[in-house]
């Protein structure tokens, strides 16, 4: 079955530039989405279809995916985007979803 | 408002069954594919099946398929999951979503999730 790889945890200074990455065979072929979960809460979409930004997510927001890595970028990190963020694709060949492990991004 | 509202989890024992229910409001239900999604205590995601209402599918994960079946009630904005067979390994918090689309396996991403309902499967 198809998976995605993402490191156990990013940690990014105050106001800085946090990347989340995301990898799979041939993932610049296929649409990824991204979420946050913040402790204690529900998922929330906050890039889909790789680069997209839906209507209430700070442009901080960034998403891109090439090759094998799809990149989630928060600009300007503030401590309320301390979060896991999952990446999601639709695997055709298992005809079922996939999600990464989850990323915890600590803002120091 | 997107409302989505899970409930139904609660402790069971292994090999029982368990039905969660879903209730969702302030969109037009059967216009869009429903997931569940589930998260054991600690862990990350897993999608469990989705359902699409206009040609009826449904699609589930490996670890389910043969034990959950998906369905829904148009009439009544809801969405049920019934769980047979349970192990020890479901025991999640488990999420009802709803696609951006309509149908689950085209690749739309999940734009409003529940609070979730937390089955708990041990003797």
């Known amino acids: 079955s198809y998976e995605l790889a993402q490191p156990l945890s990013v940690s990014v200074a105050l106001g800085q530039t946090a990347s989340i990455t995301c990898g799979g065979d041939k993932l610049g072929s296929k649409h990824v989405h991204w979420y946050q979960q913040r402790p204690g809460q529900a998922p929330v979409l906050v890039i889909y279809?790789?680069?997209n930004r839906p209507s209430g997510i700070p442009e901080r927001f960034s998403g891109s995916n090439s090759g094998n890595t799809a990149t989630l970028t928060i600009a300007r990190a503030q401590a309320g985007d301390e979060a896991d963020y999952f990446c999601?694709?639709?695997?055709?060949?298992?005809?079922?979803?996939?999600f990464g492990g989850g990323t915890k991004l600590a803002v120091l | 408002e997107v409302q989505l509202v899970e409930s139904g989890g609660g402790l069971v024992q292994p090999g029982g069954s368990l039905r969660l229910s879903c209730v969702a409001s302030g969109f037009t239900f059967d216009d869009y594919a429903m997931h569940w999604v589930r998260q054991a205590p600690g862990k990350g995601l897993e999608w469990v099946a989705g359902?699409?209402?206009?040609?009826?599918?449904?699609g589930y994960a490996a670890s389910v398929k043969g034990r959950f079946s998906i369905s829904g009630d148009i009439a009544k904005n809801s969405l049920y999951l019934q769980m047979n067979s349970l192990r020890p390994e479901d025991t999640a918090l488990y999420y009802c979503?709803?696609?951006?689309?309509?149908?689950?396996?085209?690749?739309?991403?999940?734009?409003?999730w529940g609070q979730g309902t937390l089955v708990t499967v041990s003797s």
């Open positions: 979503v709803k696609d951006e689309g309509g149908a689950y396996s085209y690749g739309n991403p999940f734009d409003y």
């Open positions: 359902i699409s209402w206009n040609s009826g599918s449904a």
């Open positions: 999601q694709v639709w695997d055709t060949r298992s005809a079922s979803w996939v």
């Open positions: 279809r790789d680069t």
